[in-house]
């Protein structure tokens, strides 16, 4: 079975902080997707990246950038944390369009 | 932005009722799937269903498409408790956007005993 593992199931940071949300696949997939997640707005797509050092924004990159230095990694970085990005962060990885697989998620509380 | 939107928000049923939801989307598609989401946890892929399909079925899932009132309903037979959880629809889109899925905002589906 495709694994997707998330680095933290649970991270508090402060505002102003950078931080980093790892993300790690390990069936070779071209696609990785990074999601934030909240209550009543459902899965937001904020980057994903078809191939290495490629990426492309979603629908709301801003606060946002992501780094895949090799196939299997994936990013997101909160280069200046805010509490509007306090959020479920979810991780997912696909070969096709026809299944993404999705890691446990990443409870991010910025205060 | 979304493109999809689940009906309903919420839904409660007793244990070996059906359950029926469905998702409404704005724009062509190339497929659209439904993924069930734990609380707490990721989203797990239930089925698919490709515009050119009109129903699927997978064990007691029964997924149909009306791609002319661009909607689609996800039907759980026979629930149980274990089926407890969010379900959403998401959409590929048919032009551009690489092999990005756009999600909707979800059903919680309860399973009472």
């Known amino acids: 079975d495709v694994k997707v593992t998330q680095s933290s199931r649970y991270l508090v940071k402060r505002t102003g902080e950078k931080v980093f949300l790892e993300c790690v696949q390990d069936m070779d997939h071209e696609n990785m997707f990074w999601y934030r997640q909240d209550p009543g707005l459902g899965l937001r797509l904020i980057y994903f990246?078809?191939?290495?050092?490629?990426?492309e924004k979603g629908d709301i990159p801003e606060g946002y950038s992501v780094s895949r230095e090799k196939k299997e990694r994936f990013s997101l970085i909160l280069e200046s944390a805010s509490t509007n990005q306090t959020s479920m962060y979810l991780c997912?990885?696909?070969?096709?369009?026809?299944?993404?697989?999705f890691g446990s998620g990443t409870q991010l509380s910025v205060l | 932005s979304q493109q999809g939107e689940e009906d309903p928000q919420a839904l409660s049923i007793q244990e070996g009722e059906n359950a029926t939801m469905n998702c409404s989307y704005k724009t062509s598609i190339n497929n659209l799937q439904w993924y069930r989401q734990n609380s707490g946890r990721g989203l797990v892929h239930l089925i698919l269903?490709?515009?050119?399909?009109r129903e699927k079925h997978s064990g007691r899932l029964r997924v149909t498409l009306d791609t002319s009132k661009k909607s689609s309903s996800l039907l759980i037979t026979a629930s149980r408790a274990a089926d407890t959880a969010s379900y959403f629809c998401?959409?590929?889109?048919?032009?551009?956007?690489?092999?990005?899925?756009?999600f909707g905002t979800g059903t919680q589906l309860k399973v009472e005993l």
């Open positions: 997912a990885s696909s070969l096709t369009h026809e299944k993404l697989f």
């Open positions: 998401a959409t590929k889109g048919l032009t551009g956007g690489g092999n990005k899925l756009t």
């Open positions: 990246s078809y191939d290495v050092k490629m990426k």
């Open positions: 269903i490709r515009s050119n399909e």
